[in-house]
C-alpha cells in the first residue's frame, strides 16, 4: 500500500505544480498516471509546440515546460504509479481514501485532488475480434520499455509520428521490425518517413503498404499475424511474430472516474469554485481541465491556480487544528524533503522585509 498526504490522480501541468504547492506546506504527494511519462497532454500530444501565455515565459515548448515543473518540483520527492489507471476509490470510516489501479496497485491519503484533464488517454484499438486475448501477451499498444522487445519479431501498425519514430528506434533492438500501414502515405514527419525509407532499403525495416493486419493468432501468446494487403486481389501474408504493437494514437476518456459518485457535467467534474475546487465529496478535489464551474478556462495558468487554493484547503482537512500562515518563497525560501532550501538572495529579502 502506497501511503501519501495528497493522492493526486493525473501528472498533467496541474497535477505536477500541485506537489509544489502541497510541498510548500511540507505536504507529501503521490501522482497516477495511466500515461508510461508525466505531463498529460503537453508530453502526449504536443511536446515540440510553444506555448506563449505561461507568465514570465514569453514562449516555451510544451516538453520544455513539463522537464521544468519536474525539476522544480524534484526537492518534495514525488511518488509516481505511472501506465497504471485509477480505477476504484473506497471511503474508510476515518474519512479516508484508498484508490486502486486497473493493475492492482493500492494507494491510501486523506485527500484526493484529481487532476486527470481530458481523462485518461487510452489506445485506439484496431477492430480484430480476438484481440482482447492477447494484450500484455505479445500486443501492446503503448511502448513502455524498448528493451522487452530485444532481439525478438515485431509487427508495428499506423502511420503516424508514434509509429514511425518506434519503428526507427526499434529496427536498431529488433531482430526484425515490420512496419504495415494501410495507406501508401504516411501522416507523420516527413523526415521520420524518409528515414523509415531509407532503413527499408537497407532491409533493416520491412515496410508493408497499402495493407492491414485481418487477425492475430498463438495460443497461450501471440505468435502470428495475417496481414492483408489493400489490393485488388486481397493478397494475404502470415508472418511469425512476437509483439504485435498497434499504434493508432490515443483519445481521452473520463473513464473510471464518472463513476466514483461524482457530480459530472458535460464530461467534467462540477467544484466549488467560490472556495476550495472540492467536489460534493468531501476530501476529494478536482483541479485543472478536468473540473467545470461558471467561467471556467482549461487553460494551464487557470490549473495553477486551482491547485494553489486546493492545497491550502487541503492542509485545513489534514491539520484541522493547525493555522498555517503564508510566506512568500522569496522569504520563507523553498526547502524541500531532502533538506535543500533554495534561499532567496539577500537583498531581495531586505527589500520585502
Ligand atoms: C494542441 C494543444 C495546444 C494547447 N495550447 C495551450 C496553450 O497555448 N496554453 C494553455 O494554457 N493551454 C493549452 N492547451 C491546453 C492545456 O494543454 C491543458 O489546459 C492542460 O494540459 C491541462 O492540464 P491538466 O494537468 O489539468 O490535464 P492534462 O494535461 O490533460 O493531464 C491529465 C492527466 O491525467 C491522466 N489521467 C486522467 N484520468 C486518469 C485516471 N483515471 N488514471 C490515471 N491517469 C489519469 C491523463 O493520462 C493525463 O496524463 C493546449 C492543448 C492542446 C491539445
Not at 81 to 87: I, K, N, P, V, Y
Not at 278 to 306: M, R, S, W
Amino acid at each position: 500500500m502506497i501511503k501519501t498526504d495528497i493522492l493526486i490522480i493525473g501528472a498533467g501541468p496541474t497535477g505536477l505544480f500541485t506537489v509544489f504547492e502541497a510541498g510548500l506546506l511540507k505536504l507529501k504527494c503521490h501522482l497516477i498516471d495511466a500515461l508510461p511519462q508525466p505531463g498529460g497532454q503537453c508530453s502526449e500530444i504536443y511536446p515540440k509546440k510553444p506555448i506563449y501565455d505561461i507568465p514570465a515565459f514569453p514562449e516555451v515548448l510544451a516538453g520544455d515546460l513539463v522537464n521544468n515543473l519536474m525539476e522544480q518540483i524534484k526537492a518534495f520527492e514525488p511518488g509516481f504509479t505511472l501506465g497504471e489507471r485509477a480505477q476504484t476509490i473506497d471511503k474508510l470510516d476515518d474519512g479516508t481514501f484508498i484508490v486502486t489501479t486497473n493493475k492492482g496497485t493500492k494507494h491510501h491519503a486523506p485527500v484526493v485532488a484529481i487532476a486527470g484533464g481530458l481523462g485518461s488517454f487510452e489506445p485506439r484499438k484496431p477492430p480484430i475480434a480476438n484481440i482482447a486475448n492477447f494484450e500484455d501477451k505479445g500486443v501492446e499498444y503503448i511502448i513502455r520499455d524498448p528493451e522487452l522487445y530485444r532481439d525478438k519479431k515485431v509487427v508495428i501498425a499506423g502511420g503516424g509520428d508514434s509509429a514511425l519514430d518506434w519503428s526507427i528506434f526499434l529496427a536498431d533492438v529488433a531482430s526484425e521490425v515490420t512496419l504495415v500501414h494501410r495507406r501508401n502515405e504516411f501522416r507523420g514527419a516527413l523526415d521520420s518517413v524518409d528515414r523509415v525509407k531509407e532503413l527499408k532499403d537497407i532491409g533493416k525495416i520491412n515496410l508493408i503498404t497499402p495493407a492491414e493486419i485481418d487477425q492475430v493468432n498463438g495460443n497461450e501468446k501471440l505468435e502470428s499475424v495475417l496481414i492483408r494487403k489493400n489490393n485488388e486481389a486481397s493478397e494475404e501474408i502470415l508472418l511469425e511474430v512476437d509483439h504485435f504493437i498497434p499504434l493508432f494514437g490515443l483519445s481521452p476518456k473520463l473513464g473510471p472516474i464518472a463513476d466514483w459518485g461524482l457530480e459530472i457535467e458535460k464530461n467534467a467534474i462540477k467544484v466549488n469554485n467560490s472556495l476550495d475546487y472540492q467536489t460534493n465529496i468531501p476530501g476529494i478535489y478536482a483541479i485543472g481541465d478536468v473540473n467545470t464551474y461558471p467561467g471556467k478556462l482549461k487553460l494551464i495558468l487557470c490549473g495553477f491556480h486551482e491547485a494553489t487554493l486546493m492545497c491550502q484547503s487541503a492542509y485545513q482537512r489534514i491539520f484541522p487544528d493547525k493555522k498555517y500562515v503564508m510566506k512568500y518563497t522569496t522569504v520563507g525560501g523553498v526547502t524541500g524533503f531532502d533538506g535543500t532550501k533554495k534561499e532567496a538572495p539577500k537583498a531581495v529579502v531586505k527589500a520585502i522585509n
